[in-house]
């Protein structure tokens, strides 16, 4: 049997792939091209794939009938077709749980980087400009008695509004259905917008969500507020936010995606009130492990006849 792993993950977490078959591990320190994935699975029962590897029907095509499942090695599957992966015989499965702490860590970190300006001041110190404390000097904004505004209350919307209150922020949410239980209350996303002074994405990426945040939801923002996102580029309008930073239309964002990822909007760079960070939400040594070995062990559990441990639901339509 044949085992496509994308890219390289963690050598032990590999161990039990070999057991099973021939696994192959592409030897390149970055993605594989669209024709080199194609090639790559062909023949293959399982293919362990990352969230850049764009999974579609060419390339379920080039794997052929005996392909068995494809493992993501991430929570966010919008790279996977996940209908035609069950279209040609297999199963689709993501890294859902094990890095939630990781992500609400990141999302705070973004978000108190960006409202006190510290990566903004690493930058001035490392610019050997002149400095020196008075009253008014690098003022950022107080997070208590201020409201973060959830998009998407799921695990992790949920684990950041943990965090958040502890900081003493009041959260609301906006998602699609109530949330018994949960840190805050559910409000329409046009109130959420109009009245938080944090936004922070914790949806999918789905036909709904892309450019949520688009000129007229930022623009409908409080004024002085902030964007944080952790979930996926797509979700806003990076042009529309350039806009909306270089203007004053808001106070700041705190990115960790990006619309064209890896690709950066050029004029971000140039604007002193965003943070980017390179898609660092589970990049700890402990959350990437548990993923590489999530993902390792749902393609154990198809390829000898059990169940995977977190299948994707496969859209009904
Ligand atoms: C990371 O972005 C993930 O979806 O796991
Ligand atoms: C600030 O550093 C203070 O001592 O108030």
Redesign the pocket.
Known sequence: MKIVVTRGLPPATLAPLAELGDVWVSPHDRPLTADELCDAVRGAAAVVSM?NDRIDDSVLTAAGTQLRVVANT???YDNLDVAAIARHGATATN?PGV?VDATADLTMALLLDVTRRVSEGDRLIRSGQSWSWDIGFMLGTGLQRKRLGIIGMGHIGRAVAERATAFGMNVVYHARREHPGVIGRRVPLEELLATSDVVSLHCPLTADTRHLIDAAALHRMKARSYLINTARGPIVDESALVNALATGVIAGAGLDVYEHEPDVHPALRGLANVLLAP?L??ATVETRTR?AELAVENVVQVLTGGGPITPIAVPSR
Do not use: E, N
């Open positions: 969230l991430a929570v966010g890294t890095l898609h939400g589970s993923m």
